[in-house]
């Protein structure tokens, strides 16, 4: 049984920290599994990178061995690296791979990587099987609610419309003219693949990180997903897990995600800023001793990045005690500290 399998049949919903980049490192993948998330996602992590055999990122990813729950997510464009940098995050020790299909970051879609991999779901498929090809790890994907041809012509980027299947009946044309392409078009043409876990992020490549959630996208994916997704079935027992993500920052933000998309789980990033026990908090778990979250937060920091832990706790600190009424004197103090006990002696007079 591999841990998805053991947390569906929990029969409750599956809550995953958000890959992160500059925030998901091991220290705040920890925090989270320690506040109640299943699952905890790393930064992307390139899978360029790792095919070079990148001495800097193993070193660093190594340390993550221990540590479970703790899936890794690969970004790249090209899928013959993807096989050996499957091979090595398992070798590696994480849990489960993820391939990000909706980064919208300048420097991953300038050169046709992240969201603009929608372009061409031919390559969106062959970076999916040569995962799958290179490790017996489970395999997911997180993927954007769609995106507009005009985004992608304006990058200068071509598009493969061969590829795009017309999906029942589904029309985001006018005029014949394909305008989007769709996370329900990316299902559709990867439907045969047997992928463990869909994660979407109900927001279109144009929104970036704000505005409305696609609730209703997520739903209509979640039962393609269940008729469709035959390979899945056979291979894990069950069809590919869908997992909601966009907004959720609290309890009625968790269950309005879930009741409209009836997805299996949810994916929190933002809302886990300063506050990685949401998880608990929304497993109905409270009383979480928030100075007792920044110490051991703190402390796997230091472990882990010493050299630049100081650096990287000040916004963490910020985001733990944003709420504090003391806030304008104490951030002062926060963006200047340089070490644990700095850290300490805040949290003694908070
Ligand atoms: C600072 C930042 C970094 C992010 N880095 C990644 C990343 O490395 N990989 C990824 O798939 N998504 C990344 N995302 C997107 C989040 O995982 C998530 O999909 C998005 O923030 C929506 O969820 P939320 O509203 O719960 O934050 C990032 C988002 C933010 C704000």
């Known amino acids: 049984m591999n841990f998805w399998q053991e ?7 599956i809550l995953c920290s958000a890959p992160l980049d500059g925030v998901s490192d091991l220290a705040f993948c920890k925090i989270c599994l320690d506040g109640g998330a299943d699952i905890a996602y790393t930064e992307m992590t390139s899978t360029n990178d790792l095919y070079h055999k990148s001495k800097q990122l193993i070193t660093y990813l190594k340390q993550f061995k221990g540590t479970h729950r703790v899936g890794i997510q690969l970004y790249g464009k090209d899928p ?13 020790g994480f ?38 090809k290179g490790t017996c790890l489970p395999v997911s994907i997180k993927i954007r609610a769609g995106i507009n041809i005009e985004s992608i012509k ?20 006018t005029n014949n003219q394909i305008t989007k ?7 559709n043409k990867i439907k045969n693949l047997p992928i463990s876990c869909i994660i979407i992020h109900g927001r279109t490549y144009e929104q970036l ?22 390979e899945s079935k056979k291979k894990n027992g069950f069809s590919p897990i869908i997992i909601a993500n966009g907004g959720i920052i609290d309890d009625i933000t968790a269950k309005k995600a879930l009741e409209l998309t009836q997805a299996n789980g949810l994916m929190i990033g933002m809302g886990s800023y300063g506050k990685p026990f949401i998880f608990n908090e929304l497993k109905g778990i409270k009383n979480n001793n928030l100075n007792k979250y920044i110490l051991n937060h703190a402390k796997y920091l230091f472990e882990s990045k010493p050299q630049k832990a100081h650096l990287d706790f000040r916004k963490h600190l910020l985001w733990y005690l944003k709420d504090n009424e003391n806030f304008v004197f104490l951030r002062n103090k926060i963006i200047k500290i340089e070490s ?3 850290i300490e002696e805040i949290i003694n007079n908070v």
Do not use: W
């Open 7 to 13: 947390l569906k049949s929990q029969n409750r919903p």
């Open 80 to 92: 013959e690296q993807f096989t050996k940098a499957a091979q090595i995050a398992e070798s590696l």
């Open 95 to 132: 849990d489960e791979i993820n391939i990000n299909f909706g980064c919208p970051a300048k420097g991953v879609i300038s050169s046709g990587g992240g969201v603009m991999l929608m372009r061409d779901l031919d390559n969106i498929y062959k970076i999916i099987e040569n995962t799958i």
């Open 154 to 173: 304006k990058h200068g980027l071509e598009i493969n419309y061969n590829a795009i299947e017309s999906c029942n009946d589904i029309i985001h044309n």
């Open 181 to 187: 392409i769709t996370a329900l078009d990316l299902l």
């Open 209 to 230: 990180f704000s505005g409305e959630i696609n609730y209703n996208l997520i739903k209509e994916c979640r039962s393609f997903v269940e008729n469709n997704f035959i």
């Open 340 to 342: 644990l006990k700095d």
